[in-house]
């Protein structure tokens, strides 16, 4: 390799490892202020587009490799399937971040250095947005998503959400960039802009938000509301692989066992894990389990709410929808990734079947359109369940009156406008259970806990999240992390959930800031486009 691949390798690596680093669990969010310069620099090295190209998906893989490394289940588990697509997500999913870079490429030919440096925040915004609204979607790696051990900073998603932070990260990257080469090149002004004015922008761009994050703590304390419900929490520790080997009664005696620890403290809510049940708890088959169950209920007056595999089956293939399943006995059925609540003395049973689920891992995107890509249709091992469609928001009577609650399974909590919408819909306080032990000790789930700070802080709700081996934890409205149960523990805690029917900006707008960003970057885009059309026409008459 000569002494300029070394350079640039330098350059690409550090990019991709200061951004791996402003990542959960490394609590070095701040760095992420920066992490995007030394790429800046490679990118005004190279003039082929292949090296561009190249260099930047360098870069991405190994940002990538650091935060994601955990999704193929390399270290725990060891599943085929599941390291097959962990292997294909950090392959592909570098290019999606090299998307941005290479709009700012087309934009610096087509409209001028300046143009292009002024869209590369909107740019981003664009690609974060659009990776998370479609069934291909997967938005964990959003830079906003940094900043969530710094409360006075992330106050503002309230207003924007968790987009507005990535913007405001991704411009101090730009003009930290624009500052640093100035003064590198020992030049006052840089793109027409004073070396002071791009200083004062980056002290802004820093100050602002904290300073109006804090104004906020500040004024929020003595604004919570007075009306609470209890909620345990029970965190049963099962290992997810042995799961469904056919131990269900030490598993759903360990379960009913946790909860009477705790049943006795005048909890309203009690909440168990993802999938808690190792079978159709609802099916007829299981009526034994279910009416266990529903005793333990009916005695100690308290609301379940749990995480159930469910089952429909559909009288007749006229009724069934497309893309359902077929059984052994040849009876059209959908299963679901799904929570149920029961409440003492009635019989009616709440569900919530999971909406958004995670690529092939759950779901093979779009295979209720293409039937041919269901993978249970052909016996493979991923992509088991089906879409839920009813968006409902628990009901339940708490000892301080009428509750109600979201709950989000798993991988749900990351959609920040998703979550919103449920909020919208009269949510008083937000609930997720999961199961992020397939993974062992490593960062998904240490990230998948941070990121609910960001949801709790975007819609003023306590937000409650029950795993099954880590990590289970309460977050106040705030985002302080108020009780916790850490990995691989099995146990139980209660705790005081303050209820809130308060709409924020962003609860009542969603994602505008990011449609916004979408706008502003597609018309640049556009605009150059027609430019240049306009241009060649021009030149060929």
């Known amino acids: 390799m000569t002494m300029r691949k070394h350079h640039l390798a330098l350059l690409a690596a550090a990019s991709g490892i200061l951004m791996g680093i402003a990542f959960p669990p490394f609590t070095f969010g701040s760095v992420a202020w920066f992490a995007w310069i030394p790429l800046f620099f490679l990118a005004e090295e190279l003039r082929a587009d292949r090296s561009f190209l190249r260099w930047i998906y360098f870069s991405m893989f190994v940002f990538n490799a650091i935060t994601l490394y955990w999704t193929g289940g390399f270290i725990h588990g060891k599943d085929l399937y599941m390291m097959l697509a962990g292997t294909m997500l950090l392959v592909g999913h570098p290019l999606l971040f090299s998307v941005p870079f290479l709009g700012w490429r087309f934009l610096r030919r087509r409209v001028g250095v300046a143009g292009s440096w002024a869209a590369f925040p909107f740019l981003w915004v664009t690609l974060e947005y659009l990776h998370s609204i479609n069934q291909f979607s997967f938005p964990w790696l959003l830079f906003g998503n940094t900043q969530t051990n710094d409360l006075t900073m992330i106050q503002i998603a309230s207003a924007t959400g968790v987009y507005g932070i990535s913007f405001i990260v991704a411009a101090s990257n730009v003009v930290g960039y624009l500052l640093l080469s100035g003064i590198l090149r020992k030049e006052r002004r840089v793109l027409a802009l004073p070396s002071v004015a791009l200083a004062a922008t980056l002290v802004c761009l820093w100050a602002v938000p904290r300073f109006v994050g804090a104004r906020i703590l500040a004024t929020r304390t003595a604004t919570n509301s007075s009306r609470e419900v209890r909620v345990g929490v029970v965190q049963p520790n099962i290992d997810p692989f042995e799961k469904w080997s056919g131990h269900e009664e030490s598993q759903m005696e360990g379960l009913l066992r946790l909860t009477g620890f705790i049943a006795d403290n005048g909890v309203d809510l009690v909440l168990w894990p993802e999938t808690a049940t190792p079978f159709y708890l609802l099916h007829p088959s299981s009526s034994m389990w279910l009416s266990r169950v529903r005793e333990v209920v009916d005695r100690r007056s308290i609301n379940l709410l749990s995480g159930v595999p469910d089952i429909v089956y559909y009288p007749s293939d006229a009724e069934a929808p497309r893309g359902s399943k077929i059984s052994e006995n040849g009876h059209r059925y959908d ?207």
Not at 472 to 488: A, F, N, Q, T
């Open 335 to 541: 299963s679901y990734n799904s929570s149920m609540l029961l409440q003492p003395r009635q019989a009616e049973i709440q569900k919530y079947a999971k909406i958004v689920l995670v690529p092939f891992a759950e779901h093979v995107p779009y295979s209720e359109s293409l039937n041919f890509l269901n993978a249970a249709q052909w016996n493979f091992g991923l992509g088991g369940w089906s879409i839920g469609r009813d968006t409902t928001v628990f009901q339940f009577q708490a000892r301080s009156g009428p509750a109600r609650c979201a709950n989000f399974i798993c991988y749900e909590s990351v959609f920040p406008g998703f979550v919103a919408g449920f909020v919208r819909k009269g949510a008083e306080f937000l609930t997720v259970v999961t199961n992020d032990s397939w993974w062992g000790n490593t960062s998904g789930a240490y990230q998948h806990e941070r990121f609910a700070v960001l949801r709790a802080v975007e819609n003023r709700r306590w937000v409650v999240q029950c795993a099954n081996g880590g990590i289970s934890c309460v977050i106040d409205p705030e985002g302080r992390v108020k009780d916790s149960l850490g990995m691989y523990r099995a146990g139980a805690f209660v705790a005081r959930v303050q209820l809130n029917d308060e709409i924020t900006f962003y609860t009542e707008h969603g994602d505008w800031f990011a449609r916004l960003c979408v706008a502003i970057a597609g018309g640049t885009l556009a605009l150059a486009l027609l430019g240049s059309a306009l241009g060649h026409k021009r030149s060929t008459q």
